[in-house]
T-cell receptor, first 109, second 115 residues
Framework: DQQVKQNSPSLSVQEGRISILNCDYTNSMFDYFLWYKKYPAEGPTFLISISSIKDKNEDGRFTVFLNKSAKHLSLHIVPSQPGDSAVYFCAASAVDMRFGAGTRLTVKP | ETGVTQSPTHLIKTRGQQVTLRCSSQSGHNTVSWYQQALGQGPQFIFQYYREEENGRGNFPPRFSGLQFPNYSSELNVNALELDDSALYLC??????????????FGSGTRLTVV
């Protein structure tokens, strides 16, 4: 059961521009949404989260937006840097956490 | 000591065998979750333990079982291994279920290959 979906397997952006990663979910019981970043041969690293009672959370270059009516969230990275190149996973949680399939972000110098 | 450590890092088993994967959670984290990540896919939830009791289970058969110990360590056991069990197995710890301001802390995983 794919409760969390990332429909774009890959995204390529130029250094300094904005990266926008998207995620959709189906379960309205999710109360926390998170983004993780994963490099090869490492486990996912927590990046940023948002509670379902908020619609925006910002941390430095990273901002997560939540649209509950559309069951959609997005991660904005501004400005994008080559070191941001990784696979990004969207996750959603009620008691346990469910992940999307990931989007591979490539930031070109 | 901080962080989550998993052992072994790589493992090769034969179909039909049994395997035990181990995880040492971050100190103070009472919750451990196990995930299976197949190539090119996101982590799939296997189960979660909270204070040594199973606290939720994903869509995995009973031959996947677990244990959590008081010393913040845990195990994932898989019986009667199948070729499709080949994947990266991730352990993740957190303070309590649902307290997710800081997310889960993941280990680097165990790469299991079933031949």
């Amino acid at each position: 059961d794919q409760q969390v979906k990332q429909n774009s397997p890959s995204l390529s952006v130029q250094e300094g521009r904005i990266s926008i990663l998207n995620c959709d979910y189906t379960n309205s019981m999710f109360d926390y949404f998170l983004w993780y970043k994963k490099y090869p041969a490492e486990g996912p690293t927590f990046l940023i989260s948002i509670s379902s009672i908020k619609d925006k959370n910002e941390d430095g270059r990273f901002t997560v937006f939540l649209n509950k009516s559309a069951k959609h969230l997005s991660l904005h990275i501004v400005p994008s840097q080559p070191g941001d190149s990784a696979v990004y996973f969207c996750a959603a949680s009620a008691v346990d956490m469910r992940f999307g399939a990931g989007t591979r972000l490539t930031v070109k110098p | 000591e901080t962080g989550v450590t998993q052992s072994p890092t790589h493992l090769i088993k034969t179909r039909g065998q049994q395997v035990t994967l181990r995880c040492s959670s971050q100190s103070g984290h009472n919750t451990v979750s196990w995930y299976q990540q197949a190539l090119g896919q996101g982590p799939q939830f296997i189960f979660q333990y909270y204070r040594e009791e199973e606290n939720g289970r994903g869509n995995f058969p009973p031959r996947f079982s677990g244990l959590q110990f008081p010393n913040y360590s845990s195990e994932l056991n898989v019986n009667a291994l199948e070729l499709d069990d080949s994947a990266l197995y991730l352990c993740a710890s957190s303070y309590e279920p649902g307290r997710l301001n800081y997310g889960y802390t993941f280990g680097s995983g165990t790469r299991l290959t079933v031949v």
